[in-house]
């Protein structure tokens, strides 16, 4: 059996899961301040009375990683930068307190000049004097060479014992694209130090609970990775939440065409789309806060209105969201709601009616309108909210190049024929969108939980670069420190089934099907002959949902 929590802005879902099919379901409100204690009563609730021996993993998503980012809640990071030539490094200087070391290494991964070791130790002097204390190091070619970071981290190490972490850029992505990989590696220092915490906090409380199973956190790409990685790499977890409820589309609903799908929470409503049964993915890398990352994921755009969201009038005009003070009038909550607004009109029965009456009644009659009709003038503002934004993502996406999990559209025109609705008010918000839109629709029998089932079945996935010349006679996996020395005999067929191999050990266990993704290979030609080949292969194991055979 599988656990699958979803622990969102304003509710945290549970499954268990046997197979596919649902065992037990939970949804707890959300305890912002101890997302650890939300975790592990999920957990408790959810085995109880269980023989724990048939529970084989526990999946997790979470927004904490995003959240830490959006709000600026993290610790502050020193950037050492290793640029090389090229573009000015101010346009890249993501923190506040960045240094610029000399030291340059080539586009083929050669040492051109050496690090300048004096120059590293009065800056990062200077650093440690400011009380910093966490350390992001990111050469521009050390994906092909990570010489200069590893031996920028040596010397620090060996000067400073008073910085206590750091993280090299090429041990977060194997990619180029220096402002990017420079971004997802600051980005992941900054949340290290408080996601460590919250992952033993779970660990220690499912000790606790004498649950010693696996523990896999739900990734941007819909993929899960083991503690190990998620330790090493918490920026993978952004937009987790998302990606929590498109795969539990995927895996509680029939696609065909172009869907749009809405999870509807208490907070937002999010936004995906599916071409033929794929979500669209953002293969470059996802932009969070303003920053470019190099984190590929699943696509999804956030209205800031749901179910919790704050009802109140200005300027004599009726205005729904974003602001949200906490749950529901009808549950006893400070304010009038979109929930509220569905209880009047009895699309939902939950909570006290009585409650959402005396909650709208001032607003009712500062429009001089009955209750019953301010509640359908809410829930059409509400729609025509999620139309705007729908409106919005399309005329976007029919003006760049759209990609799914396995492909790039080069002729489809994104124009949805479907409507899939997931969250605790879809069963009455997603008739009434689908009638506006002119969409058919879908309903999920677990729509309310639909987010946790995604996560408790989503496979573990994984990517890795492996880049190769065989004039220097080496090949490079940096995300897995791999570094091989090769004959000039190595070709792109070489390549491919080596790094198939490397990313099988990787994920042994779970019989993976691996695919290659990227695979390019060219001479280099010195005088009248081939002096060797750059080869360049990217394999991963897609994401996807668990069959019950697997």
Request: negative net charge; aromatic residues 4%.
């Amino acid at each position: 059996m599988l656990l699958g929590i979803d622990i969102g802005g304003t509710h945290t879902d549970g499954v268990l899961l046997e197979g596919s099919k649902v065992v037990k379901k939970i949804k707890l409100p959300t305890d912002k301040n101890n997302l650890a204690k939300t975790i592990l009563t999920s957990c408790r609730r959810l085995i109880a009375d269980l023989d724990i021996e048939q529970v084989e993993r526990v999946v997790l998503s979470t927004t904490l990683v995003t959240n830490l980012i959006i709000q600026e809640e993290f610790e502050e990071v020193g950037l050492v930068l290793l640029p090389g030539a090229g573009l000015n490094p101010a346009w890249y200087s993501y923190s506040p307190v960045t240094k610029i070391i000399s030291g340059t290494v080539d586009h083929r991964g050669r040492e051109v000049e050496s690090i300048d070791q004096q120059e590293l130790k009065e800056k990062v002097a200077c650093l440690v004097a400011e009380g910093i204390d966490k350390l992001s190091i990111c050469g521009k070619f050390s994906t092909r060479n990570p010489q200069q970071e590893l031996k920028a981290k040596e010397i620090i190490e060996q000067e400073f014992p008073e910085v206590e972490s750091m993280v090299l850029s090429h041990q977060v992505v194997g990619q180029l694209n220096y402002p990017r990989r420079i971004a997802t590696t600051y980005l992941n220092s900054i949340v290290q130090g408080r996601y460590v915490n919250f992952i033993d906090a779970i660990k220690e409380g499912l000790e606790k609970l004498n649950l010693a199973v696996p523990l896999y956190i739900l990734k941007a790409d819909g993929g899960t990775m083991p503690l190990k990685d998620a330790y090493q790499l918490p920026i993978e977890s952004i937009n987790s939440g998302p990606a929590a409820s498109i795969m539990g589309m995927l895996a509680t609903v029939e696609f065909d065409g172009v869907t749009v799908g809405l999870d509807i929470g208490g907070t937002t409503t999010d936004i995906s789309l599916f071409v033929d049964g794929e979500p669209l993915f953002e293969p470059a890398g996802m932009e969070l806060g303003g920053y470019q990352t190099l984190v590929k994921g699943l696509y999804n755009q956030s209205l800031a209105c749901g179910g919790d969201s704050l009802i109140k009038v200005e300027d004599g005009a009726l205005k729904v969201g974003p602001e949200r003070k906490g749950v529901a009038a009808c549950y006893g909550g400070p304010g009038p709601t979109v929930t509220d607004a569905l209880t009047i009109l009895g699309l939902i029965e939950v909570g006290e009616q009585k409650k959402s009456k005396v909650a709208l009644e001032p607003l009712a009659n500062s429009l001089n309108l009955s209750i019953n009709k301010l509640a359908k003038e809410v829930i059409q503002c509400y729609i025509t909210k999620v139309k705007d934004k729908l409106k919005e993502i399309l005329a976007e996406l029919n003006n760049r190049s759209v990609y799914t999990i396995n492909q790039l559209l080069t002729e489809t025109e994104i124009k949805p024929q479907q409507l899939v609705g997931i969250g605790g008010p879809a069963q009455a918000l997603t008739p009434k969108l689908a009638e506006a839109l002119d969409l058919e629709f879908v309903m999920p029998k677990q729509a309310e939980v639909a987010n946790a089932i995604g996560a408790g079945l989503a496979k573990v996935t994984k990517s890795c670069t492996l880049y190769a010349d065989t004039e220097q006679g080496y090949y490079t996996i940096s995300e897995l420190g791999i570094k091989k020395q090769v004959g000039q005999s190595f070709n792109l067929k070489d390549a491919k089934r080596e790094i198939k191999a490397r990313l099988q050990e990787e994920l042994t266990g779970q019989n993976p099907k691996i695919e290659i993704t990227k695979a390019e290979s060219f001479n280099l030609v010195r005088g009248f002959r081939t002096a060797g080949r750059i080869i360049e292969v990217t394999a991963q194991r897609k994401p996807g949902i668990t069959k019950s055979n697997e």
